[in-house]
């Protein structure tokens, strides 16, 4: 079993930065390739970034690409989400998630067993 609370969410103007957090319990963090995933109103939750359980391998969407940066450290039982030059399309609540196929960054939400409840992004334009 893998607990997740995600926090770092806020309001930030266009153009700003935030780091979101997702701080898991348990000692098989490392055991667990992690995503994040958003969802704003009125559309499906869609897939933002992943990274293997090592660290060495990560994915991203499209529309974060080059913007975001997804980081680990399990030593702390951590993944990280750095999110820059921020978009008001970025407004969604960010949830991280956690797979047991430590291996691969996988962009399927079906994958992960594991949810946070979720962080709210509100960038004003």
């Known amino acids: 079993q893998v607990q997740l609370v995600e926090s770092g969410g806020g309001l930030v103007q266009a153009g700003g930065s935030l780091r979101l957090s997702c701080a898991a319990s348990?000692?098989?963090?490392?055991?667990?390739?992690m995503g994040w995933f958003r969802q704003a109103p009125g559309k499906e939750r869609e897939f933002v970034a992943a990274?293997?359980?090592?660290?060495?391998?990560?994915a991203y969407a499209d529309s974060v690409k080059g913007r975001f940066t997804i980081s680990r450290d399990n030593a702390k039982n951590t993944v990280y989400l750095q999110m820059n030059s921020l978009k008001a399309e970025d407004t969604a609540v960010y949830y991280c998630?956690?797979?047991?196929?430590?291996?691969?960054?996988?962009?399927?939400?079906?994958?992960?067993?594991?949810w946070g409840q979720g962080t709210q992004v509100t960038v004003s334009s």
């Open positions: 998630a956690a797979n047991p196929d430590r291996y691969y960054p996988s962009t399927y939400s079906a994958v992960y067993n594991y």
């Open positions: 348990g000692r098989t963090f490392s055991s667990y390739s």
């Open positions: 990274i293997t359980s090592s660290g060495g391998s990560t």
